[in-house]
């Protein structure tokens, strides 16, 4: 690809390493920097919070890092910030993930935290209640945000009696009621070696992780129990919601069905995402919203490839007398994707790009753990590093039209706008 | 240094500083992982160098950057940076203006001849300026006009330096912005865009000698204007009293609070003393482990959140900030008083060993941790350039904050956070609306 590539391709320098019991991991050794970056992800996420209970899954990865086994919550604290160990959980719709960045001296104290907080976190009521209060707290401060208001309302309306409808960090009614209880029945029926992911990327060798990956994860059932759950598409295209806000620029939020991350078109409908609003500079979004009339400074598309409901997305805001026009241009890019596909010139841009920036999201420890932990969540292989590029450069103009036809559809999306807008 | 730190390398990558001819500074630093770049330019001009009655100039212009020049037509740039499969941007602070492109490492002379050439070449026209300038209120408008919270922070600066231009919000006042024009933009363009007042940083896949040769190939060429461009900056006199801000707006569902004071910044501060400040900010507002989480979050139970923030780099005297967001039932008056028996115990008595000794452990561990990140690195180095440290101030900051002790923590909290010159700023709903 380019003069440095005397260098080893990154799929040739992925490891695939097993601890005695069969639990595996991607690493990449690399000793440069002297610490390691452990990205670890399991199925779940907030689509797997119980009906009435959302926010069950955020609520609980807020406080596995708040105490486990012999320390409560101060005395976890003081250890990691005493070793500078960082650690922390996130959820969202689909998975549970943990972040771990430590000193490589620091490994042993560091890889020990996590097992505790994956293994015996103790949800004391001290950190229970201050992370409910926390989370309330969260809520009340972004309740009359204009872009959180546009896109919790998108998904309640669009997902409508699905799981998807629900909140990540859920609502007024669910956090008061969710008990200690509730958290460990979440725990017990999410986190498992069955859906666990694990990359690691730093100063650690395969011999060393797979001793490290049996302590840390093997006393995690073997089994989870996830809920099913039914795929679904988006309701309400073809519509507009406002939500009266008075503030002198309406957020826009607007969506449509999307593909998921295993469909064969998927890295074509990305390219058609990139020309359509993808692209920072480039896009026909950012050309005709913003650098041609003025309209906005973000205006963005993208996709969002959830795994029971994947979606084509995107937002902008702009002043209340400015939303028709704002609207009725992005319409009019949408649809003309849809009926023509992109043209020669804009295709090769967008190729060239997609493909020549692939290095920039590997180029710290982290991103590349994070890469990893994609690649084995949606089963892409180890050789996808390299294979990805030769997919993009493969989209023709014909692919081109037929996917955004595919994804775009009549151009008709479901828009939700909060402000005061005028003639919509 | 701490147990924890003891055997890591301080210096991390072998930085080099060199000067062109025409007074352009050349930081380089190496991190042959990937073969990428990260290429930067810096100009020492913020908004609080924006003229008089022309707030948000210093970044209107950062937008008409991007423009076009004599050589190139508007968008070519980015046409070539997209096509190269870079990314690129742009930020204005208080201090400094910056532009970045992170390319494949054999692009990196293509980058200095765009960049190079938008440092004297631009060209500007209405037709391409008056959109932007919407663009702008736009931004302006999401940002801070329809955010109670942005709303006070431009207030509470504003009070908090009565004299200095930090009081002004970087992009600008709108009745200002929309006075600005073409010719503001080049006025204050020609003043400031020169090798003199630039600094190129260029962290990643490269050597010390390839990147002073190409930029001496590219900017070299520029002519040096003979002096730097002199920022004028007024001195913010000493405040004697305390100051109350308050914003009700009916769109505030969750009330929080800040205590504002002015604090010396590494470049203003006497030695030891930013270093001690830091560690100070540390002991009080750390995430998991402060005395503000500690005591208000954890053991009394009257806050959700609390924190501290200190702007340490900067040209001249800075700011430090604790904030913090009350549990239902507990007024903003109540917080404040409790957030400042915290600080006054800081000044009160000093900060047992193990305390201080993770307080540094933490401050000092993050230098590692940047040394993951060519752009993280480009910034520490291009920000602390820009405002007057050096690379060697950077490369030993580990040291000067290890050599911190408890004393100097102790006297820092007793000079700064005086609550006779403090700014509160309340942040509340209003009822009546």
Redesign the interface.
Known sequence: MNDSSIKPSLSSRIQTVRSASGIEAWLIEDYTVPLIAMEIAMRGGSSQDPEGLPGTASFLAGLLDEGAGPYDSAAFHDRLDDYAIELGFSASRDMITGHLRTLSKHRAEAFDMVRLALIEPRLDEEPVERVRAQMLASLRHEVNDPDTRANRTWFEQAFAGHTYSRAVKGNFESIPKITRNDLIAYRDKIFSRETLKIAVVGAIDAKTLATELESIFGKLPAKAHLTSIPVTTPKMIGTRKIIDLDIAQSSIRYGGPGLQQSDPDFVTATVINHILGGGVFSSRLFREVREKRGLAYSVFSQLAPLDFGPLHMGGTSTKNERVAESLSIIEAEINSLASDGPNDEELDIAKKYLIGSWPLRFDTSTKLANQLIHMQVENLGRDYMERRNGLVAAVTREDAARVAKRVYGSGAIFTVIVGRPVGV | MSD??K???SGGPDISHVTLKNGLEIVVIP??????VTHMVWYRNGSADDPIGKSGIAHFLEHLM?KGTEKHRQ?EF??V?????????AFTSVDYTAYYQ?????HLKTMMEFEADRMTGLVLTDEIV??????????R??RT???PAAELGEALAATLFTHHPYGKPIIGYMHEIEGLKREDALNYYRRFYTPENAILVVAG?VSKDEVVRLADETYGKIAARGEKPVRLRPREPDPRSTRRVTLAD?????PSLQLAWLAPSYTTATKGEAEALEVLVQLIG?S??GRLH?KL??DE?VA??AGAWYQSTAVDRSRLLVYG?P??GVTLEALEDRILAVLDDMAKHPVEAGEL???K??L??DA??A?????SLARMYGSALATGSTVDDVKTWPEAIETVDAEAVQKAAQTCLNRHRMVTGYLMKDEAA
């Open positions: 924890a730190l055997d890591a390398p991190d042959h992982r990937t073969p990428v991007f968008g980015s046409d940076v997209t096509a190269l499969g870079g990314q690129e941007n992170r390319v494949a490492r054999e008056d959109p932007e300038r919407d663009v702008v209120i736009e931004e408008r999401m006009d329809t955010d896949d009916p769109k505030v569902e969750q750390a998991g482990t500690r979050v954890m139970a959700v959140a967001v549990r239902p000794r993770r307080a452990t933490r000092v561990a590692i941790y040394q993951d990140s060519q752009s």
